[in-house]
């Protein structure tokens, strides 16, 4: 039985997660990991969990994409099948290495977006598109083994590859920006389903807090998407450095036993 406080703690957890992938298209990974390993939970039961989240917010977003057809089925899920793969690689490499590396390796991802929301604040830059490298038969095969990476990342650390997926999308297939966005989020799911099946199957999956944290999230990020086309790019991208920053300090403190 959840405690009041643990209720509150992971709605406003939902609401935060919600607010980055409203705002950002980003995964919730660099908010659920964090306050999840601060209240008791192991790294890799942080990441499998975070991963159900993933699933939960991203099902209906696809939704929508698939409703309005700007899903490329094929093209999203040869990525999909080679995440899907290195997924399971990733998850049990995570099972059995210690939670030090991973953490650290964590903080280091997190850092890294960090660094780029502050540069794209800078210089904000739209979805481009027209410059498809032409692989011709070769195009399914190449975005299969490109995803296997991404896959492993997802496995390893809890990140999706949401903006991974994006930037392959826009360099292999000939889609429009609603059909590159709607097709990284198949291959997106599909990374993450792999993820969390080989997470769930060694018992590394908090499925009360998952869920509760997703279903808040769907909500908040419902009106926060709304909100993010009433406010300039760059105030975007400079608040979500920030709050990156925050985050890994936060797990960072929390590596050293000091939260």
């Given at each position: ?25 980003s995964s ?11 209240i008791g ?96 038969k070769w ?121």
């Amino acid at each position: 039985m959840l405690s009041l406080y643990m209720i509150v703690v992971l709605l406003i957890t939902g609401v935060a997660v919600g607010a980055l992938t409203g705002i950002t298209g980003s995964s919730g990974v660099v908010v659920v990991v964090p306050v999840l390993s601060i209240i008791g939970l192991s790294f890799q039961d942080s990441v499998g969990s975070s991963l159900l989240v993933d699933v939960i917010t991203t099902s209906v977003v696809l939704y929508v994409y698939l409703k309005h057809g700007n899903v490329s089925v094929k093209n999203g899920i040869s990525m999909g099948l080679g995440a899907l793969l290195g997924a399971q690689i990733g998850t049990h490499l995570a099972i059995s290495l210690p939670q030090g590396p991973l953490e650290l390796g964590f903080v280091v991802f997190v850092l890294v977006l960090a660094v780029e929301m502050f540069r794209r604040s800078r210089n904000p830059r739209p979805l481009v598109r027209g410059n498809t490298i032409n692989l011709g038969k070769w195009t399914v095969p190449v975005a299969f083994a490109i995803s296997v990476p991404v896959g492993i990342l997802t496995g390893t650390l809890g990140a999706s590859g949401g903006a991974i997926f994006t930037g392959i999308t826009a360099l292999l297939f000939p889609l429009s920006a609603q059909g590159i966005v709607g097709t990284a989020t198949l291959a997106m799911i599909l990374s993450a389903l792999s993820g969390v099946a080989g997470y769930a199957y060694f018992g590394r999956v908090d499925y009360a807090y998952a869920v509760l944290i997703g279903l808040t999230s769907l909500v908040s990020g419902y009106f926060f998407s709304r909100f993010a086309n009433e406010v300039s790019e760059k105030k975007v991208y400079l608040s979500m450095g920030v709050i990156f920053i925050a985050l890994g300090v936060m797990e960072m403190l929390k590596m050293m036993g000091l939260v």
